[in-house]
T-cell receptor, first 116, second 114 residues
Framework: NAGVMQNPRHLVRRRGQEARLRCSPMKGHSHVYWYRQLPEEGLKFMVYLQKENIIDESGMPKERFSAEFPKEGPSILRIQQVVRGDSAAYFC??????????????FGPGTRLLVL | AQTVTQSQPEMSVQEAETVTLSCTYD???????LFWYKQPPSRQMILVIR??????QNATENRFSVNFQKAAKSFSLKISDSQLGDTAMYFCAFMNPTGYALNFGKGTSLLVTP
């Protein structure tokens, strides 16, 4: 059973470009969470999605960031007009049903975004 | 908002020895969930152990165990018989029962030496 998959593993963008980060949850998981890890910091929650629904985006910056989890295909975290402060590791996690009392979140290997 | 504090930025232990990593948290909730995640040099986040606050018994997973002190809001991780492969960043995390976001501490870098 494959784990959570993220691609690309490393992404380099110049300021002003767009970054698209992809996450495929574990087989049988329908809930996805995105976290960001700045250098020397712990992970910070960004957004929680189910298929075709954003459940909680309270950790997402108000501008330039968006996330989706379509009926078919991976979840996408999109960053428009990237700035150097967006350089970070972005982790995706998944869980089976999202019932909070029950579940552990399983993490992918992360995408390292570097903005030049 | 809950805060998670890991007061030891770096620790070192010799192979086969025991080491304890500390974690404290702040919450007004009575029921919640605590986790330890490991991030080795590969940067993959790996679950080490979890604890439900309503359970008095400390969780154990092979060489990893926790000392959960609810009144003191303390959740330390003990690694017994340390192995070189235990070298990693260790993150303590908190989840309250009404949310799904994990709140992470800043991590402790553990180095296991031969």
């Amino acid at each position: 059973n494959a784990g959570v998959m993220q691609n690309p593993r490393h992404l380099v963008r110049r300021r002003g470009q767009e970054a698209r980060l992809r996450c495929s949850p574990m087989k049988g998981h329908s809930h996805v969470y995105w976290y960001r890890q700045l250098p020397e910091e712990g992970l910070k929650f960004m957004v929680y999605l189910q298929k075709e629904n954003i459940i909680d985006e309270s950790g997402m910056p108000k501008e330039r960031f968006s996330a989706e989890f379509p009926k078919e295909g991976p979840s996408i975290l999109r960053i428009q007009q990237v700035v150097r402060g967006d350089s970070a590791a972005y982790f995706c996690a998944s869980s089976p049903t999202g019932r909070r009392r029950q579940e552990t979140q399983y993490f992918g290997p992360g995408t390292r975004l570097l903005v030049l | 908002a809950q805060t998670v504090t890991q007061s030891q930025p770096e620790m070192s232990v010799q192979e086969a020895e025991t080491v304890t990593l500390s974690c404290t948290y702040d919450t007004s909730e009575s029921n919640y969930y605590l986790f330890w995640y490991k991030q080795p040099p590969s940067r993959q986040m790996i679950l080490v152990i979890r604890q439900e606050a309503y359970k008095q018994q400390n969780a154990t997973e092979n060489r990893f165990s926790v000392n959960f002190q609810k009144a003191a809001k303390s959740f330390s991780l003990k690694i017994s018989d340390s192995q070189l492969g235990d070298t990693a960043m260790y993150f303590c995390a908190f989840m309250n029962p009404t949310g799904y976001a994990l709140n992470f501490g800043k991590g402790t870098s553990l180095l296991v030496t031969p």
